[in-house]
């Protein structure tokens, strides 16, 4: 479907118009010229869901061209109405049914097409003015921004004081999976909700490979000290006389209140022969409570998991495993030297060595 201007007058090539008989051959008589140009039986034209009118008179003259093709003339009035035009004109006594469909756009939007004026946005929008656009968006309240994904829910989370919607200023997923994504030298998302390949492979893989770097060493960042832990109703079939269902965001469990006892973990239960259970342990966070040296780890890590699949490189996801392994030791080199010194508990056999 071909494009006119809006309120243009505009010469269109209509035809081929053949014989009504065989059907191939081409009409090219002045008569033809005649029946087209004719002021009440002449060419007519439906614009959008309006009846067929003939067209505005007086017209100009109409030309032959070649192959069956006149020149014919549409004037200001003719392509006034925006939407579907359809021109179409028949004899049948002489020629077959021609019809050709066009459509009417605003003449901004032509010439940012095939001219050179930039589109306007109150053409898009159908806002009166760049100003009234201005106040529609700059002078909205934050209270009105509610649509998930949006910058203006952004931005009204960002302004909002309440604790469970600002942000902090500490590194959040976002940022932890757009320092993957520069490892790799891609494109940087803005929400791992956004629909990319790379937003979507974050977003699968995120999550578990905090949990793999968490539960790869006893962080300071992450480790934790619980509330008495209540008992199962259920004890051990064997081996152990209590069973203690851990916290939800346990990730590794440590110790248990004494160093001594004997304990172990299965299947998110604690496993032990004490009546009262206490456990130091690694608990999940979110990017926003780990050190700089962790997130650097952790992006690290995301990058060489989700290297492949993002660059079908294995290359790629060596060299970015191997620089995870840098950023870890790294990380945990710095990590030990927050504190004392764990105690060697005394052992009797090293005793009677000195």
Known sequence: MQWLKQSTSVVISFGPVLDS???????????II?????????????????????????????????????????DAADT????????????????LPVW???????????DSMFGTEMLEVDAIINTTSVAAIASAVWNSLTSVMTLAGTIGKRLADYFTSTAEVAPTINASATQVANNALMLLG????????????????????YQQTIDAVLRAYTWNAATTRSAQLAASSSTPSF????????????????????????????????????????????????????????????SARLAATIAFPLTNSSG???????????????????????????????????????
Not at 269 to 297: F, H, N, P
């Open 316 to 354: 790629a996801a060596e060299s970015m495993w191997k620089l995870y392994q840098v950023k870890l030791d790294e990380a945990q080199t710095v990590d030990a030297f927050e504190g004392t010194a764990p105690q060697m508990a005394s052992d009797d056999w090293v005793n009677s060595r000195r």
């Open 239 to 298: 081996g152990f006389a209590y069973a203690y269902p851990l916290p939800a965001d346990c990730l590794r469990v440590l110790s248990m209140q004494d160093e001594t006892y004997k304990f172990r973990v299965e299947n998110g239960y604690l496993l032990t022969d004490e009546s009262e259970a206490y456990v130091q342990y690694i608990k999940r966070i979110a990017a926003g409570s780990m050190d700089s040296l962790l997130v650097d780890a952790v």
């Open 34 to 74: 005649s029946a087209l140009d004719n002021s009440s039986t002449g060419i007519m034209l439906k614009k959008n869901s309006g009846s067929f009118a003939v067209r505005n008179q007086p017209v100009t003259a109409s030309t032959y061209d070649a192959h069956g093709c006149f020149n014919v003339t549409l």
């Open 80 to 95: 006034a109405t925006l939407g579907r035009l359809r021109v179409m004109h028949s004899d049948p006594t002489t020629y």
């Open 186 to 205: 891609n494109n940087l998302i803005t929400s791992m909700s956004d629909n990319s390949k790379a937003a979507k492979l974050c977003s699968q893989f």
């Open 100 to 110: 050709q469909d066009f459509m009417v756009v605003p003449a901004n939007v032509w």
């Open 21 to 31: 008989v065989d059907g191939v051959s081409q009409e090219t008589s002045a008569a």
